[in-house]
Antibody, heavy 126, light 111 residues
Framework: EGQLLESGGGLVQPGGSLRLSCAAS????????MSWVRQPPGKGLEWVSG????????FYADSVKGRFTVSRDNSKNTLFLQMSSLRAEDTAVYFC???????????????????WGQGTLVTVSS | QSALAQPASVSGSPGQSITISCTGS?????????VSWYQQHPGKAPKLMIY???NRPSGVSNRFSGSKSGNTASLTISGLQAEDESDYYC???????????FGGGTKLTVL
């Protein structure tokens, strides 16, 4: 099972930007699609974004489309989420997650996630 | 698009069985086999319990099982144990542009 460690969260003003990172280990990172999922304090889960193992296919929830960009650096086993035009409703713990199947890039695979990081908190407030 | 509908809470005694429902529509739960269930303890990351309606990942107890009928998916936990007390979330692929929906979560209390 993989190990994932998020970083980059913090306090940001509305309209600002932030980049989250997710360092992966103990699995062949480039073989697996990855997802970002968030959870506002005291609330439920929301899928945010996903990316194929080769980085060529990216997917977004409607709520973040046009504002967030997912990417990965397979040479450094790291996943990223660039967030811009941040809003108060983006305040949440952001989790990165590894999908279950190797070499499956379809969007239908993005929430079969067998490994998760501990999450990083993003607070959007003035 | 609205989240999938789950009961806010369920409860059961040790050794009993409980079922958590997850109701969607013909555009999500009813249309695809891509329904998953997650367990989340307070302050922790979610844990995959069931994927593709009824498959259990390696290491998950066979006390957990999943099924689907029409637009409703279900998670059944048999032989309830104290450690099963947690929040449970269903999720489904959808044909809408947002791709994935979550249920609002169900708090399981073991009495």
């Amino acid at each position: 099972e993989g190990q994932l460690l998020e970083s980059g969260g913090g306090l940001v003003q509305p309209g600002g930007s932030l980049r989250l990172s997710c360092a992966a280990s103990r699995f062949s990172f480039s073989h697996y699609a990855m997802s970002w999922v968030r959870q506002p304090p005291g609330k439920g889960l929301e899928w945010v974004s996903g990316i194929s193992g080769n980085g060529l296919s990216t997917f977004y929830a409607d709520s973040v489309k046009g504002r967030f960009t997912v990417s990965r650096d397979n040479s450094k086993n790291t996943l990223f989420l660039q967030m811009s035009s941040l809003r108060a409703e983006d305040t949440a713990v952001y989790f990165c997650a590894k999908v279950l199947y190797e070499y499956v890039w379809g969007s239908y695979n993005l929430l079969n996630c067998d490994s998760w990081g501990q999450g990083t908190l993003v607070t959007v407030s003035s | 698009q609205s989240a999938l509908a789950q009961p806010a809470s369920v409860s059961g005694s040790p050794g009993q069985s409980i079922t958590i429902s997850c109701t969607g529509s013909s555009n999500d739960v009813g249309a695809y086999k891509y329904v998953s269930w997650y367990q989340q303890h307070p302050g922790k990351a979610p844990k995959l319990m069931i994927y593709e309606v009824s498959n259990r990942p390696s290491g998950v107890s066979n006390r957990f099982s999943g099924s689907k009928s029409g637009n409703t998916a279900s998670l059944t936990i048999s032989g309830l144990q104290a450690e099963d007390e947690s929040d449970y979330y269903c999720t489904s692929y959808t044909d809408s542009s947002t791709l994935w929906l979550f249920g609002g979560g169900t708090k399981l209390t073991v009495l």
